[in-house]
Structures are given as structure tokens and as C-alpha cells.
């Protein structure tokens, strides 16, 4: 690894830290100044008893004292403290709890958005301007046009109400199916459209076309030529959409009543509970960082002839 590389892999590093710092010192800012309290009910609460719940929790101190507190919580121990909602469970579980589902749920959505939509994508381009071309150009449009939410409602009423051949609580492992491919089909029309329009652009190269000249095989040509030039954008964009599928996943979980993290932070929400809406947010703005931070670092080991500045 040359200098100039680690160097620039180190530049991004620094400034991932410095995001994710960003991160949770806005979110934390930003619950204090919401109006209201973590402890406000239906249910009238006394003097005393709040101000014994705002000294468990560390809210009385004043809110400077609170901020370096949790920050070095989280640096040292990757501790964003307890659940004000879950009594007796600490933010972190939750959020690993949900999160083997979610990512569960992410993996297998993005492995199939990326192997078939690099499949239509290399036959589309291969196959340019015929029948088979024009049908997956409208299907893929249809699909990256459709709101994850709009999807995920249609599948739900066509596979598990009206063919019934489909859960529709997606706690059961047959349940995953639905949401699976709800998180797929957009990630697959992109991926899709953005290997078409690489695969032309690279086949129309020098070099491809005197690979045929000397006789190479169709397949050898895209497949050990052409697709790999063709892929780079799509590993600009498969980093960040892996990290979108399970954070993008808040909608669909809540539809296919997937127990992941997406329900957990919206159920969060509803409950104003301050602890682990905080921790939920600042983790999965972590992951799509970290996934960007992977995602230019693979640049160069992709296309060894990209240079990085």
C-alpha cells in the first residue's frame, strides 16, 4: 500500500469520526430542545416524582455535564445508557436485539437487489434497444418510481390477503419473504438502470472492441472485461444502499410487523422515549458512515488505476 493510499484512507477515517461526532452531538441537542419531557403521561405525575426520575436519569445536572457524560459513556463503553420506556433494559440491547433481525433482513435483500439487478442490468445492455431491453427498462422504472410503503402494502393484500399463500406478520421466517422483497426491488431496478448504462458505456471502449477483434468469446468479454470497468458504480452505490436497506427498513417493519430496529425506533418515537430514540439514531447514522467510509476505500481495490486524492 503506497503512501498517498493510507494516507487518504486515514483522511477518510478522520472524517467519519468527526460525522459520526457531528451526529450525536446534534441528536443529543436536539432531544433536549424538543418541548416536553420523557416522563409526561396522561397521567399526572407529582413534583417529587419528577424530579426523582430526572435525578435517575441524570437529567438534573446541568446540560453540558449531561453532554460530556454521554459522550464519553459512548466512546468508553458504547453505553447510551438505559431505556426510560423498557424499565430495566438498557439501550444497547434493544437496539441488538433489533438489530439481528434487520440486518438479517438487509443481507438477504441486498444480495438479491445486487446479483439480479447485475444479471438485467449486463443482459439489458447486452440486449440493447430489442423487446427484452425496452420490458426490463419499464418494469425497473415502475419499481424505482414505487414508494418502499406503497410496495409493501400491494405485496401485502395480493400474497397474504387475497392468495393467501404468504404470512403477513413477518416475526416467522416464511414472513420474511414479503419484506425481503419489499427492501429488494427498489435497490434491484437501480442497480439495474446503473449496470445498463456502465455495460454501454464500457463496451463501447477501444479495448472491448479489439477483444472481439482477436475473437474473444461473448461471455469472456463481459464477464472478464467488460463487467468488471462496468461494476464501479455500482460499488459507489451498493455501500450506501446496504446501509439504506436497514435503515430504510422503519416503514416496512412496521408494516410486515417484523420485530427489527425500524419498529423499535418508531415505537421509540411514539413512547417519547428520549434514551432510545438517541441511541437508534446515532447507530444508524453510523452504519450509513461507516458503509460510505467502505465504499470509497473499495475504489481502489476494485480499479487499482483510480487515483485518490
Given amino acids: 500500500m503506497s503512501s498517498k493510499t493510507l494516507l487518504y484512507i486515514l483522511k477518510r477515517i478522520g472524517l467519519a469520526i468527526l460525522t459520526i461526532w457531528v451526529v450525536i452531538t446534534v441528536t443529543f441537542f436536539v432531544m433536549r430542545a424538543v418541548p416536553g419531557g420523557p416522563f409526561l403521561s396522561e397521567k399526572a405525575i407529582s413534583e417529587s416524582a419528577m424530579k426523582a426520575l430526572e435525578a435517575k436519569y441524570g437529567l438534573d445536572k446541568p446540560l453540558l455535564v449531561q ?9 468508553t463503553r458504547l453505553d447510551f445508557g438505559p431505556s426510560i420506556k423498557q424499565r430495566g433494559r438498557m439501550v444497547m440491547d434493544i437496539i441488538g436485539d433489533g438489530m439481528k433481525t434487520s440486518v438479517k433482513l438487509g443481507l438477504i435483500a441486498a444480495f438479491f437487489a445486487l446479483t439480479i439487478g447485475l444479471v438485467l442490468g449486463s443482459i439489458a445492455a447486452l440486449r440493447r ?4 431491453d425496452k420490458s426490463i427498462m419499464v418494469v425497473t422504472t415502475a419499481f424505482v418510481s414505487m414508494p418502499s410503503f406503497i410496495m409493501g402494502s400491494l405485496l401485502l393484500v395480493i400474497f397474504a390477503i387475497k392468495l393467501a399463500v404468504l404470512p403477513a406478520n413477518g416475526s416467522t421466517t416464511a414472513g420474511l419473504i414479503l419484506p425481503v422483497t419489499t427492501l429488494a426491488l427498489y435497490p434491484m431496478a437501480y442497480i439495474t438502470r446503473l449496470t445498463r448504462s456502465s455495460m454501454l458505456d464500457v463496451l463501447g471502449q477501444d479495448y472491448i472492441r479489439t477483444a472481439r477483434a482477436k475473437g474473444v468469446s461473448g461471455p469472456q468479454i463481459v464477464f472478464g ?19 439504506y436497506i436497514v435503515t430504510g427498513s422503519l416503514v416496512v417493519e412496521q408494516i410486515f410487523a417484523v420485530p427489527g430496529i425500524g419498529r423499535a425506533f418508531v415505537n421509540s418515537i411514539t413512547g417519547r422515549d428520549y434514551t432510545l430514540i438517541m441511541g437508534t439514531t446515532i447507530v444508524l447514522a453510523t452504519l450509513i458512515v461507516v458503509m460510505n467510509l467502505i465504499s470509497d476505500i473499495l475504489y481502489k481495490v476494485v480499479d487499482p488505476r483510480i487515483t485518490l486524492e
Avoid: S
Fill in 67 to 75: 453532554y460530556g457524560t454521554y459522550l464519553k459513556d459512548i466512546v
Fill in 225 to 243: 472485461h467488460a463487467l468488471k470497468n462496468a461494476i464501479i458504480p455500482v460499488i459507489t452505490y451498493f455501500g450506501p444502499m446496504l446501509a
Fill in 129 to 132: 434497444n430489442k423487446i427484452i
